[in-house]
């Protein structure tokens, strides 16, 4: 879906609600934060033409997607899950957390890499 924000985002940016801004979205900035989405230029579908205009980032709401992520809570293996890290719009392996993003469908192999993930 087709979604403004006022910050500059890129593919695999993790996003979160804009709670200064109606029908925005910004980076996501602490760890285990809820209703997180991941931008996603390369879709296969858009939707969200509804103002007649086509402005803002294409965001995943399901499916499968390239995600930011760092090692700050271990590298990460397949099947694990994530969550938001508190790098901003970046995510990490989810140990104890409430919410997560969804599950890896890749290894890490870097400390800051993009891999693939299965969005819940």
């Not at 709401?61 to 390239?66: E, H, I």
């Not at 890290?85 to 890490?108: L, R």
């Amino acid at each position: 879906e087709m979604i403004e924000s006022k910050q500059e985002l890129e593919k695999g940016d993790i996003v979160v609600v804009d709670t200064e801004n109606d029908d925005m979205v910004v980076k996501s900035y602490e760890k285990d934060m809820p209703n997180v989405k991941v931008v996603n230029p390369d879709a296969t579908m858009i939707i969200g033409n509804w103002k007649g205009t086509w402005s803002g980032y294409a965001v995943s709401l399901a499916g499968r997607v390239f995600v930011k992520v760092t090692d700050e809570n271990g590298l990460i293996k397949r099947g694990d899950l994530i969550t938001t890290s508190s790098k901003e719009g970046y995510a990490m392996k989810c140990d104890d957390c409430k919410y997560w993003i969804g599950t890896a469908m890749q290894e890490q192999n870097e400390s800051e890499d993009m891999i693939l993930v299965l969005l819940n």
